[in-house]
């Protein structure tokens, strides 16, 4: 989730004028998700670094052994995402990060169970982009199917589906009133399988720009091609 804070309306009081929050929110494949924080310096303040550790909290208690050893992080997968030549993949080399958060999240769909949907993000002044894994049974062939419009291709030698969607645009005052919603920008992301044998679940990458250009598809494959192989245990998943 990306999110913006408006310039103050004129003359306003502090604490009472109205503050609007737009957030950016991914509809992706394996469900509706969003996170993000808003950091805010006072004067005199160290300079925001970002970090996927900025929320101080530890990260998730290692999974008992024989029972999810596979599934990663938030954390683990900001790390992966959150490269020193990330601007530059984008093609927007020299901008620094304004936000960078990881994750840890589940969905359930359904009377289905519980499926784990860890999720990374950074955030540019051009592009926001997002790693998520989902560790559910959903297959690429049968995404393929459910998704309008998806492209089947093959990435890092694993079934891969690319397709299209939009975020969602959320304004809100900072006493939660007049909460309003509407089409935000257009999101494109690409879901790899996360073993070749295409056995189910997928690491999503998704990109999408602060002007509403449509994302290029080069741009979203040249960052997965150095993000993915950057994962914990992607080597040995074959």
């Known amino acids: 989730m990306a999110h913006d804070i408006d310039a103050l309306p004129k003359g306003a009081g502090a604490w009472g004028q109205a503050v609007t929050a737009v957030v950016m929110i991914a509809v992706l494949a394996g469900g509706l998700w969003a996170y993000g924080e808003v950091v805010s310096q006072s004067a005199g303040s160290k300079p925001y670094t970002p970090s996927c550790e900025d929320d101080g909290k530890p990260g998730a208690t290692p999974p008992e052994p024989g029972k999810a050893s596979r599934q990663l992080t938030g954390q ?5 995402l959150f490269r020193p030549d990330l601007a530059a993949l ?27 949907t860890p999720s990374a993000e950074v955030e540019f002044p051009t592009y926001t982009v997002t790693l ?4 559910d049974k959903a297959r690429m062939t049968d995404t393929a199917e459910y998704l309008r419009g998806a492209q089947e291709q093959k990435i890092l030698g694993r079934p891969a589906v690319v397709y299209s969607d939009r975020t969602i645009s959320i304004s809100f005052r900072l006493d939660g009133s007049d909460a309003r919603s509407g089409p935000g920008v257009p999101a494109r992301t690409l879901m790899v399988a996360q073993d070749a044998r295409d056995s189910g679940g997928s690491y999503d990458v998704t990109l999408w720009r602060t002007d509403g250009a449509t994302p290029d598809d080069a741009t979203l494959r040249r960052v997965a091609e150095k993000v993915l192989p950057a994962l914990p245990g992607w080597q040995t998943a074959r």
């Open 90 to 116: 984008l093609g927007t080399p020299g901008e620094a990060p304004s936000s960078v958060t990881g994750s840890d999240g589940s969905h359930r769909f359904g009377s289905d169970e519980e499926v784990a």
């Open 132 to 135: 998520t894994a989902s560790y």
């Open 76 to 80: 683990r997968l900001c790390e992966a």
